[in-house]
């Protein structure tokens, strides 16, 4: 099981670019959520997909969207760049159905906004 | 008042110590509870998780959840070098299909041999 895979591993980006980072989650795993974590900080909810609809999302602007794939990858794009956007960004999948509860995380991609 | 505090440290313990690491919460609605170790630079790794108000161990760690206080705390015993990392308390909140997780700022663990 190659668990939670994310690409790129690092980015570097200018101002007002834009990014697409991709997600393939753990297998068996049917929902995704991406976070961004700024450095010493805890990771902050962006926003989840499910069935290929975005589900919930956190108090982010609309500069970041994102899609689900019927294979249930998905991607996380971020519009207009700007510095406060470097970050780690972190991709998480879990389970829906059954009781399981826990979600596991990717390794990241570092985008660097300059 | 944030809805997951932790506080950040730094903390620094010599090689078998017995650590401990704890969180507040403010929402009742918070069901789920999970501990996240994070190396520098990498993805959080899933640790302990449990639900219930209790103890839950595994191996050397132990997570305990007090719901009637909103704290939960992760204990090391036996500390070891290769435990040094950043440890984050997660909670979910799990109604209806939400399940998104909130987070503490996470707490910077050194263990020195």
């Known amino acids: 099981d190659a668990g939670v895979t994310q690409s790129p591993t690092h980015l570097i980006k200018t101002r007002g670019q834009q990014v697409t980072l991709r997600c393939s989650p753990k297998?068996?795993?049917?929902?995704v959520s991406w976070y961004q974590q700024a450095l010493g900080q805890g990771p902050q909810f962006i926003f989840q997909y499910y069935e290929e609809e975005e589900r919930q999302r956190g108090n982010f602007p609309d500069r970041f969207s994102g899609h689900q794939f019927p294979n249930y990858s998905s991607e996380l794009n971020v519009n207009a760049l700007l510095l406060g956007d470097s970050a780690l960004y972190l991709c998480?999948?879990?389970?829906?159905?059954?009781?399981?509860?826990?979600?596991?995380f990717g390794p990241g991609t570092r985008l660097t906004v300059l | 008042q944030k809805e997951v505090e932790q506080d950040p440290g730094p903390l620094s313990v010599p090689e078998g110590a017995i650590v401990s690491l704890n969180c507040t919460y403010s929402n009742s609605a918070f069901q789920y509870f999970m501990w996240y170790r994070q190396y520098s630079r990498k993805g959080p790794e899933l640790l302990m998780y449990?639900?219930?108000?209790g103890n839950k161990e595994d191996g050397r760690f132990t997570a305990q959840v007090d719901k009637s206080s909103k704290y939960i705390s992760l204990f090391i015993r036996d500390s070891q070098p290769s435990d040094s990392a950043t440890y984050l308390c997660a909670i979910e909140n799990s109604g209806g299909s939400n399940y998104k997780l909130t987070f503490g700022k996470g707490t910077l663990l050194t263990v020195n041999p």
């Open positions: 998480a999948s879990r389970q829906t159905s059954g009781r399981l509860h826990e979600q596991f």
């Open positions: 449990t639900y219930s108000s």
């Open positions: 297998s068996g795993h049917d929902t």
